[in-house]
């Protein structure tokens, strides 16, 4: 998928792979922008506690930091959006301060549907989702997986450019 040409980071988009990249940005920015709910535990997992035995603590440092950590998912989100075509497939073509964007983006995506969809550090994603489609091939949990995987595709594509970027 990525790959590195010269200084940048380059992968050619399918129109459904826009599609999708679109949607999940899309959804990242709408779950941080509409009034975001601490009781959601996909947020939980976005903003984690960093004293989780000092509820206090937690509170007071996300006072401060919270509004700062936000802008900066919703502008790596945006930097997805910014970047794809607008509608169609085409080429992106990322320097290396887009593309760590971009990774922080799709990492932010991948907990906030590992969390939707319950997977653990040692769920086999490959049994997951073979399970589902025995299930239901047609539902929205096998679709939801595979966008997952191909999330993490994606990630390890980048990451296996990023390094050789001058």
Same mark, same amino acid.
């Given at each position: 998928?990525?790959?590195? #040409?010269?200084?940048?980071?380059? !992968?050619?988009?399918? @129109?459904?792979?826009?599609? @999708?990249?679109?949607?999940?940005?899309?959804?990242?920015?709408?779950?941080?922008?509409?009034?975001?709910?601490?009781?959601?535990?996909?947020?939980?997992?976005?903003?984690?506690?960093?004293?989780?035995?000092?509820?206090?603590?937690?509170?007071?440092?996300?006072?401060?930091?919270?509004?700062?950590?936000?802008?900066?998912?919703?502008?790596? !989100?945006?930097?997805?959006? !910014?970047?794809?075509?607008?509608?169609?497939?085409?080429?992106?073509?990322?320097?290396?301060?887009? !593309? $760590?964007?971009?990774?922080?983006?799709? #990492?932010?995506?991948?907990?906030?549907?590992? *969390?939707?969809?319950?997977?653990?550090?040692? *769920?086999?994603?490959?049994?997951?989702?073979?399970?589902?489609?025995?299930?239901?091939?047609?539902?929205?949990?096998?679709?939801? =997986?595979?966008?997952?995987?191909?999330?993490?595709?994606?990630?390890?594509?980048? =990451? #296996?450019? =990023?390094?050789?970027? $001058?």
């Amino acid at each position: 998928m990525f790959r590195r #040409n010269g200084s940048q980071c380059v !992968a050619t988009f399918a @129109v459904d792979e826009v599609r @999708v990249l679109r949607k999940v940005a899309g959804e990242v920015v709408g779950l941080l922008t509409d009034g975001m709910d601490h009781t959601d535990p996909v947020v939980s997992r976005l903003f984690p506690d960093i004293y989780p035995d000092k509820p206090d603590d937690s509170a007071e440092f996300r006072l401060y930091t919270e509004g700062d950590l936000k802008t900066s998912k919703i502008d790596q !989100a945006g930097a997805i959006l !910014a970047a794809l075509p607008d509608e169609g497939e085409g080429e992106v073509r990322l320097d290396g301060e887009a !593309a $760590e964007a971009w990774l922080r983006a799709i #990492n932010d995506a991948r907990l906030a549907m590992g *969390t939707r969809l319950d997977i653990q550090a040692d *769920t086999d994603l490959s049994d997951e989702l073979d399970a589902a489609v025995l299930h239901d091939p047609g539902s929205s949990r096998v679709f939801q =997986l595979s966008v997952y995987a191909y999330l993490g595709y994606l990630q390890e594509s980048l =990451l #296996n450019a =990023l390094p050789e970027i $001058e």
